[in-house]
């Protein structure tokens, strides 16, 4: 079946400590998404990339980081930088990008710090 | 930049009474989309409108898109438990971002 793939799906961190949430499409998309959910505040941008060895910034970037080496990988690390990382993690893809296409989702990844 | 904003922000209803979720944007949208995330679940897409004034049905779901291309409501008749959810409306920057509202979250009473 086609889809999006995230992993973890838990993860729990340490303060201080990097971490990388995996995110792996077989739907052949060039785009795709990187977004944080908190309650209450809806889906925010982190990432975006509209191809492959190019991303940009979405609305909250500062303290993440991102790659794009091939189509179907879009892996995030949520670094020490990162100021109250304990979210809910949805990456997405579009087969449109910067155009009209709707967003298929991934699972989630569930990041705690204690 | 570009806020999108979603009212209400929380509603509980009785089982068989409608329900709106209204989404207004501070700029101009080339189009919408809408998406229904279940408790526990992703975001799901339900629905993209284009044209201003566009108005399009799915079954007890009715979609506006305004004429200004600035306002969007989402409309279900006669709810049901399965409805419940998280509803978000999505406006697409001219360009290359999706951006989401905050979400109404739709409790039904059974």
């Known amino acids: 079946d086609g889809g999006i793939t995230q992993s973890p799906k838990y993860l729990f961190r340490k303060e201080g400590q990097n971490v990388t949430l995996s995110c792996e499409q077989n739907?052949?998309?060039?785009?795709m998404y990187w977004y944080r959910q908190d309650p209450g505040q809806g889906l925010r941008l982190i990432y975006y990339?509209?191809?492959?060895?190019?991303?940009q910034k979405g609305d909250i970037a500062e303290g993440y980081s991102v790659s794009r080496e091939k189509k179907e990988s879009f892996p995030l690390t949520v670094t020490s930088a990162q100021k109250n990382p304990t979210a809910f993690y949805l990456c997405?893809?579009?087969?449109?990008?910067?155009?009209?296409?709707?967003?298929?989702f991934g699972e989630g990844s569930r990041l705690t710090v204690l | 930049g570009q806020q999108v904003m979603q009212i209400p922000q929380y509603q509980h209803v009785q089982e068989g009474e409608d329900f709106t979720t209204y989404c207004n944007s501070s700029?101009?949208?080339?189009?919408i989309q809408w998406y229904k995330q279940r408790p526990g679940g992703h975001p799901v897409f339900l629905i993209q409108?284009?044209?201003?004034?566009e108005v399009k049905k799915q079954k007890r779901l009715t979609f506006q898109f305004g004429e200004a291309k600035k306002n969007s409501s989402l409309h279900i008749t006669a709810t049901q438990t399965t409805d419940v959810g998280t509803y978000f409306c999505?406006?697409?920057?001219?360009?290359?971002?999706?951006?989401f509202g905050a979400g109404t979250i739709l409790r039904v009473k059974s």
């Open positions: 997405a893809s579009s087969s449109a990008p910067g155009g009209t296409g709707e967003l298929f």
């Open positions: 739907l052949n998309h060039d785009a």
């Open positions: 990339s509209q191809i492959v060895n190019d991303f």
């Open positions: 700029t101009t949208l080339s189009n």
């Open positions: 409108l284009v044209k201003s004034g």
């Open positions: 999505a406006g697409w920057e001219y360009g290359n971002k999706l951006v």
